[in-house]
């Protein structure tokens, strides 16, 4: 079946530090690749997302790559913010059923 | 963006009774909704998947007992935990895609804070 592992966090950064958050994934097929963001005490929202190999989805200065080869989809942005502590979600959606990585708290000090 | 309402926000219940959670597409129709429960440390476990004018699928594990999951129409599905304890006590979030597209991006609620004294 399909899987999403994710680095364990919490992970912490200082304002203005370069984030990566490693996703990796185990599919059939092609499906499409997310990132959602869940703010403290909210429920999850849309990030970025990517439905193609090669695809890059961007949002709010985060990037990820579909890397059909490696099988990643790892999130990263050149300068967090205080703004951006929260859970980060990688996640897969092929023919129905979504699948969630656990999620990684980042945690940004200023 | 398509929106996803959920209600209500938080409950708070005595063991041994029911508590309906509500979760509405506010702009758009879904044939489909899933269920979501949030544990500490933040994992999503997908519970059941809601199917508009026919039975709900669960997974593996989750009591269709004891979540009754009914997708009334288009824009509403309901998840009722009944005879709630005190391990039921979580967050429980649902979501949708828009339509069709077996890639659609889901949109969620904002989630719902059960705690069962």
């Known amino acids: 079946g399909n899987s999403v592992t994710q680095m364990e966090g919490p992970v912490t950064l200082s304002e203005e530090a370069f984030l990566t958050i490693n996703c990796t994934y185990t599919a059939t097929g092609y499906p499409s690749l997310f990132w959602y963001v869940q703010y403290p005490g909210e429920g999850l929202q849309l990030l970025l997302k990517?439905?193609?190999?090669?695809d890059k989805g961007s949002n709010k200065g985060f990037e990820a790559t579909y890397r059909k080869e490696t099988t990643s989809f790892h999130l990263e942005k050149g300068s967090v913010q205080v703004s951006d502590s929260a859970v980060y979600f990688c996640?897969?959606?092929?023919?129905?059923?979504?699948?969630f990585g656990r999620g990684t708290s980042l945690i940004v000090h200023p | 963006g398509a929106v996803v309402s959920q209600h209500p926000s938080w409950v708070i219940c005595k063991s041994g009774t029911s508590v309906k959670i509500e979760c509405r597409s506010l702009?758009?129709?879904?044939?489909?909704m899933f269920w979501y429960r949030q544990f500490p440390k933040q994992s999503l476990m997908l519970m059941a998947t809601?199917?508009?004018?026919?039975?709900?699928?669960?997974e593996q594990g989750v009591e269709k007992d004891k979540f009754l999951i009914n997708h009334a129409s288009l824009t509403l599905s309901t998840l009722t935990v009944t005879s709630a304890h005190p391990e039921d006590s979580s967050f429980y979030i649902c979501s949708a895609p828009i339509a069709g597209n077996a890639t659609d991006t889901q949109y969620f609620g904002p989630g719902t804070r059960l705690t069962v004294l």
């Open positions: 702009d758009f129709q879904a044939t489909t």
């Open positions: 809601s199917n508009e004018g026919s039975k709900a699928t669960y």
């Open positions: 990517a439905t193609k190999a090669d």
């Open positions: 996640a897969l959606k092929g023919s129905y059923i979504p699948t």
